[in-house]
């Protein structure tokens, strides 16, 4: 009887030190804490909005006409350093190259010819051309102050043809030699017809008119 008391007693004590070997254990090594490469790693940042995309400028109208013929004349005037009363005038044209609207411009000094090329929007020289000819004049001028300026013939030769000058859609005017006479070549167009006239530089007689429907 006290043999199975010892016997349950040393069990008891086995258990209450296997018991206290575990716990002991247990607090000798802790858990261990996360380590920092474990870490979650920071949430990339967030790209920067694309930028707003700029508006386009706007490209310049160079097709209306904002200068007159004679602010285009006073241009190539004042750039070849004459006056309108030195030179004659032989060709004033309104013209399109490329959707732009152009004058063409030319006239006589002495014996020096210049052409020049003048943008109607905004009144830059394009360019100029200078050149030294040899322009055989009748005996019966002494000068070309003896001509009428070209505005004098063009309104002779739309009061030839009925037409008004707001009605002209475009005209070239030149001056040209025939038979020892300075006479103005007009070509114009009105209301969809086409005219061509020849002014006598001179008197202002109108020496033809054709009309091309």
Same mark, same amino acid.
Request: glycine letters at 4%.
């Given at each position: ?91 004033? !044209? ?22 020049? !090329? ?53 005209? !070239? ?11 103005? !070549? ?28």
């Amino acid at each position: 009887m006290n043999k199975i008391r010892l016997s349950r007693l040393g069990a008891a004590l086995m258990s209450i030190l296997l018991l206290i070997s575990c716990g002991s254990s247990t607090a000798a090594n802790p858990p261990s804490a996360p380590s920092p490469a474990a870490a979650a790693e920071p949430a990339p940042a967030p790209s920067p909005s694309e930028p707003a995309a700029t508006s386009q400028p706007v490209p310049s109208d160079n097709t209306a006409v904002k200068i007159t013929l004679e602010d285009a004349k006073k241009i190539a005037l004042e750039d070849a350093a004459l006056k309108e009363s030195e030179v004659t005038f032989t060709q004033t !044209e309104l013209e399109t190259d490329n959707g732009r609207k152009k004058y063409d411009i030319e006239f006589l000094s002495g014996s020096q010819e210049y052409d020049y !090329e003048i943008d109607a929007a905004t009144g830059k020289i394009l360019s100029v051309d200078q050149e030294r000819e040899h322009v055989q004049k009748p005996q019966a001028q002494s000068s070309s102050s003896a001509l009428i300026p070209q505005e004098q013939a063009l309104d002779a030769a739309l009061a030839q043809a009925g037409v008004k000058i707001e009605d002209v859609s475009k005209k !070239e005017i030149k001056l040209e030699m025939d038979d020892g006479i300075q006479k103005y !070549e007009i070509e114009f167009v009105a209301k969809g017809k086409e005219y061509e006239a020849e002014i006598d530089a001179s008197t202002g007689k109108v020496l033809k008119l054709e009309i091309d429907d």
